[in-house]
C-alpha cells in the first residue's frame, strides 16, 4: 500500500512531463494531400470495441474503469490525438479520433500514471487501486502522421512460425504503442500461387520458385528461390486465414496495412509461357551460387510486367481488401542492369503504372536501403532519377537505418518524396544487449526540422524483434514528443514500471544500461551480433565492443542484489537472463583472447586451463541458464515450426527450415550465423560443440608442432554445424533449472573475473 502511494506520487509529477506535449502539425504531413486518402476505413463504432477488447484482454476485469471513445472527427489535420480525463466515480474515460490514438493514449497513462508496462518479455500490469486521478485534461498527440512497423525480413526471422494468438498479442502491442502503418505481408504467396496458374505455370514450376517458410522474406526480394522449399498447400491455406485474421484486426484499430506489390520477381516457368520477354537473370545473391540464387526478373518496362502487376495486386485486393498502400523493392540488395537515369526513371514509372493500373489511388511504399546497401551505384543522378518516376506524393520512401545511416540528409529529403524516418535496431533477429539512444533520441527531431524536409512519419524496421524491449518502447514513445526525452529520466522511470518498484538500486541498473550497451556512438556501427561466443572459430575474430563493460558489470551486480525478491516478475527474470547471458558473451571474447595468446606463444598449459573453463563450464551454465527461462528456448522455436505442419513430412521440412536459419542460413553456410540467437539447446549442440573441436584442434596443434589451418578446421566444424540441423534431437519447450539459483552460482563464479577483464576489453 505504502508503495502504491509511493509510485502514485510519482505518477503526479509526470503530469507535467507528460501535458508538455503539444499540438505541433507537421508541415511535410499538410503538403502531401496525395497522402490524405491513406485512411482507416472502419467506422469509429468498431474502432471503440476493438480497443475495449483489447483492454479486457490486457487488464481484465480492471478494464471496466476504462471508458473509450473513438470520434474520428476530433482531428481535423489527420494527425492523431487522444484526450484522457478522470470521470467522478473514478474512471478514466479516453477519447480519441482512431482506435490507435485511444490504445496509445491509454497507454501512455498506464506508463506513466500507473506506472504499467507491456512487452514482449513480460507484463507488469498491477493497477494502483483506485485508478490514479487526472486533475485535467491530459492530452496526448503526435506530429507524425504514419507509425510504422516491420521489416520485409520479420516476416521471416521472427514471425514465420506464429499462431492467431501471438499474432493477436503482437497487434494489441502495436496499438498500444501507437504504430497505424504495419506491414501486413502474411499468405502473399497463395494468391501469387493463383495468380502463376492462371498465367499457366504448373505446379512443378511454382514449386521450384517459392522457397521454405524460413526464407520466404529473400524469396520475395527476389534474392534467392526454392531453397528450404516447397511450400506445401496447407501452408497456404493457414497462411491466408492468418492473415485475414491480422488485416482484420488491424483495420479495427484503425490501423493502415501495408499490403505487397509485384516487384518483377518471376518463376523461371514465365520464359517457358513468354520467351519473348525482356528478362534479366540476376547475379548470385549474397554467397549462393545460381541454383538457388540469381532470380529472373522481368524488366518492369515490357508489357508483360504491367499484366502480372496488375492481375496480382487486383487479387490482393479482392482477397484482403485495401487501404491504398502498397510495398515492393525492385533492385533490394541486387543491381539494377543500367545506371541510365532514364532507365531507372522509366523502371519506377512503370512499377507505379502496374499498381494503379489496379488501384488508381494506389501509394508506393518503398525501403530505402538499396540507397545505403549499394551506395556506390545510387549517386544523386541515380536516386533522384529512380524516385521521381513516381509523381510527389504518391510514393513513401522508408529511411530504413536512419539512426545510423541516414539518406534523407544528403537526397535532399529523398529529392521532395515523402519519407519515415526508421530505427531498424535489430539484424537477423540477433540476440544481445543493443541500442543507439542518443541517436533515436535526437535523430527524427532533426530529421523534422531539416530544411524543406518531407518527413512523415517514424517507424520501427527491425529484422527480427523479441529483444531490446526498451527500445522499441522508446521509439515507439518518441512519436508522441514534441522534443527529445531525457535519457536518463527516461530509464529510470523505465526501470519503475518494468519492474513495478522504486528501488534505486534498479533505477541505477537501467541508467548504467543506457550509457553502455544502449548507447552506441560508433559511427556506421551496424548491429550484428559479432560476437566471438555466436560465430565461427577462427584465430581472427572481431573482440570489438562499443561500450564500457564495467556498466553492464556494475548493471549485472545490482540486478543479482535485487533478484532475491524479484524472481516472480517475468520481465525481472527475464533482464537477469539477458544480462548475465550478455555478460557470459563478453567473458567469451575475454577467453578466446586468452586461447589464442597462448596459442600464439605456444603456451599449452594456458591455453588448458581458459579452454578449459570456457568448454566445460562457462557454456555449460550459459546453456543451463538460458534453459532456464522461457524465452531463451530453442526448443520453443522448434516446437511452433512443427506445430505449422500437418504431418510428419512439413514437419521435417519446417524443422530444417528453423535449424537451418539459426545457424547456417543456406545450404552450405552461405550467410552463416547471420541469424544467431543465444538460446537453450543452440548454445549446448551447436556453439558449444564448434568451440569444442577449435579448442581441440588448436591444443592438437601445439602437441604436433602443426600450424592452425582454418580451411580444414572449417571443413571439420561444418560437420559439427551440419550435424546439429539433422541432430533429430527434441529440445524442452519448457523452462528448466531455478534461474535464481543459476544465476548467483555464475556470479560468485565469474563477477570477480569479469572486474579482472577489464583492463584487458576496455
Ligand atoms: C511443368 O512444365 C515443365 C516444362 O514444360 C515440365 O518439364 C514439367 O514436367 C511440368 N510439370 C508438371 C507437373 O506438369
Ligand atoms: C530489355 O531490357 C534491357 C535493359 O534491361 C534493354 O537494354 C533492352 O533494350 C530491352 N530489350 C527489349 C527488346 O526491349
Ligand atoms: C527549400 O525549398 C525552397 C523553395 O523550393 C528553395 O528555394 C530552397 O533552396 C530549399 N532549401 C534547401 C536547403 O534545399
Ligand atoms: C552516450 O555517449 C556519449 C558520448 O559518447 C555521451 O555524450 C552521452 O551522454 C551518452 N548518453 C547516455 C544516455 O549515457
Ligand atoms: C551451389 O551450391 C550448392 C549448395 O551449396 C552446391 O550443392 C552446388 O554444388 C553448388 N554449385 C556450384 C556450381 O558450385
Not at 52 to 75: K, N, P, Q
Not at 268 to 284: D, K, M, Q, S
Not at 336 to 365: E, G
Request: charged fraction near 20%; include cysteine; charge should be neutral.
Amino acid at each position: 500500500m505504502e508503495q502504491a502511494s509511493k509510485m502514485s506520487r510519482r505518477c503526479e509529477r509526470c503530469v507535467l512531463f507528460i501535458a508538455a506535449l503539444s499540438l505541433c502539425a507537421a508541415a511535410a504531413a499538410r503538403r502531401f494531400p496525395t497522402l490524405e486518402h491513406l485512411k482507416s476505413r472502419a467506422d469509429d463504432k468498431t474502432q471503440g470495441a476493438a480497443v475495449a477488447e483489447l483492454l479486457r484482454r490486457l487488464l481484465g476485469t480492471r478494464s471496466a474503469e476504462f471508458v473509450v471513445v473513438v470520434d474520428g472527427s476530433l482531428s481535423d489535420d489527420s494527425l492523431d490525438v487522444c484526450e484522457l480525463r478522470s470521470t467522478k466515480n473514478n474512471k478514466i474515460v479516453a477519447t480519441g479520433n482512431t482506435g490507435v490514438s485511444v490504445a496509445s493514449g491509454i497507454y501512455n497513462y498506464l506508463k506513466y500514471f500507473c506506472n504499467c508496462h507491456v512487452s514482449w518479455s513480460g507484463d507488469q500490469v498491477a493497477l494502483p487501486r483506485p485508478l490514479p486521478r487526472l486533475s485535467g485534461v491530459l492530452r496526448i498527440n503526435t506530429q507524425h502522421r504514419f507509425r510504422y512497423y516491420q521489416n520485409v525480413c520479420t516476416a521471416s526471422y521472427s514471425s514465420v512460425w506464429w499462431d492467431w494468438p501471438r499474432w493477436e498479442r503482437e497487434i494489441d502491442w502495436m496499438a498500444l504503442n501507437g504504430i497505424n502503418l504495419p506491414l501486413a505481408f502474411t499468405g502473399q504467396e497463395a494468391l501469387w500461387q493463383e495468380v502463376y496458374r492462371a498465367l499457366g505455370l504448373n505446379q512443378s514450376e511454382i514449386e521450384e520458385f517459392f522457397a521454405g517458410p524460413a526464407f520466404l522474406a529473400w524469396n520475395r526480394m527476389g534474392n534467392l528461390f526454392e531453397f528450404g522449399g516447397p511450400l506445401p498447400q496447407s501452408w497456404h491455406v493457414n497462411q491466408l486465414t492468418l492473415q485475414f485474421k491480422i488485416l482484420e484486426r488491424m483495420r479495427s484499430f484503425g490501423m493502415i496495412p501495408v499490403l505487397p506489390a509485384f516487384s518483377g520477381n518471376i518463376p523461371r516457368g514465365i520464359l517457358r509461357l513468354h520467351p519473348e520477354a525482356n528478362v534479366t537473370r540476376l547475379g548470385p545473391w549474397a554467397h549462393f551460387n545460381c541454383s538457388y540464387s540469381c532470380s529472373y526478373i522481368l524488366d518492369p518496362r515490357d508489357p508483360l510486367f504491367l499484366r502480372i502487376g496488375s492481375l496480382y495486386l487486383s487479387q490482393v485486393i479482392k482477397q484482403f481488401g485495401t487501404n491504398h498502400i502498397y510495398n515492393t523493392d525492385t533492385f533490394n540488395e541486387m543491381l539494377p542492369p543500367s545506371s541510365d537515369p532514364a532507365y531507372l526513371s522509366a523502371v519506377s514509372r512503370s512499377v507505379f503504372a502496374s499498381m494503379t493500373a489496379a488501384d488508381p489511388q494506389a501509394i508506393w511504399l518503398m525501403q530505402g536501403w538499396l540507397f545505403f546497401s549499394a551506395a556506390s551505384f545510387w549517386k544523386p543522378a541515380q536516386i533522384q532519377a529512380l524516385l521521381h518516376g513516381v509523381p510527389l506524393g504518391r510514393m513513401i520512401v522508408l529511411d530504413l537505418f536512419a539512426e545510423t545511416e541516414p539518406v534523407f540528409s544528403y537526397t535532399e529529403s529523398f529529392y521532395g518524396q515523402p519519407f519515415i524516418w526508421c530505427m531498424l535496431q535489430n539484424f537477423g533477429g540477433n540476440s544481445g544487449l543493443f541500442g543507439t539512444v542518443e541517436s533515436i533520441n535526437s535523430g527524427p527531431f532533426e530529421a523534422l526540422h531539416f530544411p524543406n524536409s518531407t518527413m512523415v512519419g517514424v517507424g520501427m524496421s527491425p529484422e527480427g524483434i523479441e529483444q531490446n524491449p526498451a527500445m522499441y518502447e522508446l521509439m515507439s514513445e518518441l512519436a508522441w514528443r514534441k522534443e527529445p526525452v531525457n535519457l536518463v529520466k527516461w530509464a529510470s522511470l523505465y526501470a519503475v514500471r518494468r519492474y513495478g518498484t522504486t528501488r534505486d538500486s534498479l533505477i541505477t541498473a537501467w541508467r548504467l544500461l543506457f550509457s553502455s550497451v544502449y548507447n552506441c556512438t560508433v559511427p556506421h556501427y551496424r548491429n550484428h551480433n559479432h560476437s566471438p561466443l555466436v560465430r565461427r572459430p577462427s584465430l581472427h575474430m572481431n573482440t570489438d565492443l562499443w561500450y564500457n563493460p564495467a556498466n553492464l558489470f556494475k548493471a549485472w551486480k545490482l540486478l543479482i542484489e535485487a533478484s532475491p525478491s524479484l524472481m516472480s516478475e517475468e520481465t525481472f527474470r527475464y533482464d537477469l537472463v539477458d544480462v548475465t547471458r550478455e555478460v557470459l558473451q563478453v567473458l567469451t571474447t575475454s577467453f578466446y583472447l586468452d586461447i589464442t595468446d597462448a596459442f600464439h606463444k605456444q603456451k599449452l598449459p594456458e591455453l588448458l586451463i581458459s579452454a578449459g573453463v570456457l568448454i566445460y563450464d562457462l557454456l555449460p551454465e550459459l546453456n543451463r541458464l538460458l534453459c532456464s527461462d522461457r524465452n531463451f528456448l530453442l526448443g520453443k522455436w522448434l516446437e511452433r515450426a512443427k506445430s505449422s505442419a500437418i504431418d510428419e513430412e512439413e514437419a521435417k521440412l519446417y524443422d530444417m527450415n528453423a535449424r537451418n536459419q539459426l545457424t547456417l542460413w543456406g545450404p552450405s553456410g552461405e550467410i552463416q550465423d547471420y541469424a544467431s540467437k543465444e538460446w537453450g539447446g543452440l548454445m549446448e549442440d551447436y556453439y558449444a560443440q564448434r568451440w569444442g573441436l577449435f579448442v581441440q584442434t588448436l591444443v592438437g596443434c601445439l602437441h604436433s608442432g602443426q600450424p592452425f589451418k582454418q580451411d580444414a578446421f572449417d571443413q571439420a566444424v561444418f560437420q559439427v554445424e551440419k550435424g546439429f540441423i539433422y541432430n533429430g534431437r527434441k529440445y524442452p519447450t519448457e523452462p528448466q533449472g531455478d534461474t535464481y539459483e543459476i544465476t548467483r552460482r555464475i556470479f560468485l563464479k565469474y563477477y570477480p573475473q569479469a572486474l579482472n577483464t577489464l583492463k584487458r576489453l576496455s
